[in-house]
């Protein structure tokens, strides 16, 4: 058990904590819980459940008021012994939440490493979080959506279920988001559609010039015109160079479930940067 842990916090009996976690005042930390070495959670943090397992990596930052690992809002959901796996070097600021999955897939909330997760960010059941991703202040995820690696979301943003975002996307502020998000994208509005790459954030990342305007083309495509979203497809195998971005661009795109947030009349295309 870790030696620097404030006397007013409340520890369970199946916590696991490193040696070297720093445990602020009037935490509460309970059921099955694992914490790994270098975390520091603040004063007035909740951590884990009775029922749950939460698993938290290294090196992670919980600012007061956090409440990590709660039971998922969902009335189905009847203290099933579900998971929240967190990763390493990620922050969670003010009032900050994540619940834990439901029982109705793999049973998984999985949040990945180097993430930034502003205050009153809610993370609902059942989603998956890639890496290096950003959130910024009272924007919520319903459950089941997916973020993957590299996403920026801007502050009051609102994602419905099973909603996906591709990697390298940036969704602006005050955006309400139903359809998936297509990766490499720019996207705003209520509700949300693609509107440019994001060719800033992009470079940024280390994507060379010829890359970013063989995303831009494939993103292009299928945002303008009236053809159909296979004839889009087959516009991008045709005319962008094939490159390991591009296929996976069109893999998301055949995969997409809720279907794609894209809008393809003139005034829904922003082609200023």
């Known amino acids: 058990m870790a030696k620097n842990i404030h006397p007013s916090s409340v520890i369970g009996p199946d916590v696991e904590i490193a040696d070297d976690v ?8 309970q059921g099955k819980v694992k914490i790994g070495k270098g975390t520091f959670v603040e004063g007035h943090v909740t951590l884990g459940t009775r029922h749950g397992i939460l ?6 930052h919980f600012s007061p ?5 709660g039971a998922p809002q969902d009335i189905s959901y009847k203290g099933e012994p579900t998971s929240l796996i ?3 070097n990620n922050t969670f600021r003010e009032f900050s939440t994540v619940n834990l999955a439901t029982s109705k897939h793999d049973k998984k909330t999985e949040i990945g ?6 205050s009153y960010t809610h993370i609902g059941h059942d989603c ?3 890496n290096n991703v950003i959130i910024a202040n009272d924007s919520h995820l319903g459950g089941h959506c997916i973020i993957e690696d590299g996403v920026n979301i801007g502050g009051v943003c609102a994602f419905n279920q099973f909603v996906r975002v591709g990697r390298g996307a940036f969704v602006a502020g005050s955006s309400a988001i139903n359809k998936d998000i297509l990766p490499f994208s720019r996207a705003q509005g209520n509700y949300a559609m693609v509107r440019a790459t994001n060719k800033i954030g992009l470079s940024r990342k280390g994507y060379s010039r010829e ?3 063989n995303v831009h083309k494939a993103i292009r495509i299928m945002i303008m015109g009236s053809h159909s979203v296979d004839e889009g497809v087959a516009r991008i195998q045709q005319e962008c160079t094939m490159s390991e971005n591009i296929e996976y661009f069109l893999n998301f ?5 809720r279907g794609l947030a894209i809008d393809r009349s003139p005034k829904g295309w922003q082609d200023d940067e």
Do not use: D, H, Q, R
């Open 211 to 213: 890359e970013v305007a």
């Open 253 to 257: 795109i055949k995969t997409s479930k």
């Open 113 to 118: 490493n180097n993430c930034y997760f502003m």
């Open 65 to 69: 008021g956090a409440v990590i690992g």
């Open 128 to 130: 998956k979080i890639g």
């Open 55 to 60: 698993e938290i990596g290294e090196n992670n």
């Open 86 to 88: 967190i990763g390493n």
């Open 22 to 29: 720093e445990i602020g005042p009037y935490c509460l930390i």
